[in-house]
């Protein structure tokens, strides 16, 4: 089966901290997504990657960044964590630019800042 | 920023009930997904509908995509407690990159 893997599920970090979300897909898709998911505003994108070591911002980038050094990893970075950055986050793939083509989301983490 | 809207945002059902969730926009689509996701999970691709008036069916649950490609409806038949879940629409811009995602409606089917 295919799968998108997120390293943690639940994770509790203190304001100011550096926090790290790391997503890993075994498709070799070639487009990998970052969300954040909040009750009643659905999933906003953060950012984007279409290759390796690209990137581009999505429409809530404000305090996010993003590295993609290999194709299968993405990893969201949250420079100096704060509480309104809690949140469910999630991670997705896609195979390629055609645009029927479905996103593959990982099972999220729900990160909470304190 | 497109937006997309879904009514009702809350919905709990008694098994065997029928319903009909909406999704809709000013926006014109090149395409419109509809994810389900349960609990503790990622979101789950149910269908992608493409062509204005398209008409999906999946055991019992009907898609259908409006005839400006703005608006869409899911349809669910004799609803089961399986059913139960967060059901986002996604609407897919030309150029396929960018998904607009509605803020869902949660279904509760209570056996």
């Known amino acids: 089966d295919v799968k998108v893997t997120q390293s943690s599920r639940y994770l509790v970090k203190r304001t100011g901290e550096k926090v790290f979300l790391e997503c890993v897909q075994d498709m070799d898709h070639e487009n990998m997504f970052w969300y954040r998911q909040d009750p009643g505003l659905g999933l906003r994108l953060i950012y984007f990657?279409?290759?390796?070591?690209?990137?581009e911002k999505g429409d809530i980038p404000e305090g996010y960044s993003v590295s993609r050094e290999k194709k299968e990893r993405f990893s969201l970075i949250l420079e100096s964590a704060s509480t309104n950055q809690t949140s469910m986050y999630l991670c997705?793939?896609?195979?390629?630019?055609?645009?029927?083509?479905?996103?593959?989301f990982g099972s999220g983490t729900q990160l909470s800042v304190l | 920023t497109q937006l997309l809207e879904q009514s009702p945002q809350f919905l709990s059902i008694q098994e065997g009930e029928n319903l009909t969730v909406y999704c809709n926009s000013s926006?014109?689509?090149?395409?419109l997904q509809w994810y389900r996701q349960e609990p503790g999970e990622g979101p789950v691709l149910l269908v992608t509908v493409v062509t204005g008036g398209e008409v999906k069916k999946l055991k019992r649950l009907t898609f259908q995509f409006g005839d400006a490609r703005k608006d869409s409806s899911l349809h669910i038949t004799a609803a089961q407690p399986g059913d139960t879940g967060l059901y986002l629409c996604?609407?897919?811009?030309?150029?396929?990159?960018?998904?607009?995602f509605g803020p869902g409606t949660r279904l509760s089917v209570l056996p």
């Open positions: 926006s014109v689509f090149s395409s």
């Open positions: 997705a793939s896609k195979q390629d630019r055609a645009p029927n083509e479905k996103l593959f």
């Open positions: 990657s279409y290759d390796v070591k690209m990137k």
């Open positions: 996604a609407g897919v811009e030309a150029y396929g990159q960018n998904f607009v």
